[in-house]
């Protein structure tokens, strides 16, 4: 083998170790950022367990827009709305991500949910998605979609 033939064979090597690193550390973020969504999606929920509203309200950004079987709502309606619901209780299965940018994602998943919708027991079984957005030092729900399920 040649000097020539082996410096390509030992760049090749380093190169393909470099893009391995490079490919793990990429699914070690994507992971973080999976798990700190996640996380936001799970506290806004928790919220409503314990009624703080004010709490919700802060999760949810100015210019969000919410979709569900009412049709698309801002903000202001999805707060007002939501001020006679508490979750009893919830389970989120089958989470599927997509990261979108080092700050943003989108999560959809399958949630079971009962609780309480102004004055009546209810207990649902929905699909939602949401983008969730860091601005600033802060994260925020940009948008979220819920289906019923079957």
Do not use: P
């Not at 064979?9 to 380093?14: A, K, S, Y």
């Not at 969504?37 to 367990?49: G, H, P, T």
């Amino acid at each position: 083998m040649t000097h020539s033939a082996v410096s390509r064979g030992i760049l090749l090597l380093l190169l393909t170790a470099a893009m391995g690193q490079a490919q793990e550390a990429a699914r070690a973020s994507g992971d973080a950022l999976r798990e700190e969504i996640v996380a936001q999606e799970r506290a806004e929920l928790d919220s409503l367990k314990t009624g703080d509203m004010t709490a919700f309200a802060n999760f949810l950004a100015d210019d969000a827009v919410f979709v569900d079987a009412a049709g698309a709502a801002g903000k202001a309606e999805v707060v007002k709305n939501t001020a006679g619901f508490r979750l009893r209780e919830y389970t989120m299965t089958d989470v599927r991500f997509v990261a979108l940018s080092a700050d943003s994602g989108l999560i959809a998943y399958r949630m079971a949910e009962t609780g309480t919708s102004h004055g009546k027991e209810f207990t649902a079984k929905v699909y939602v998605s949401a983008l969730w957005v860091k601005r600033g030092e802060k994260w925020t729900c940009v948008f979220s979609q819920e289906t019923a399920a079957k």
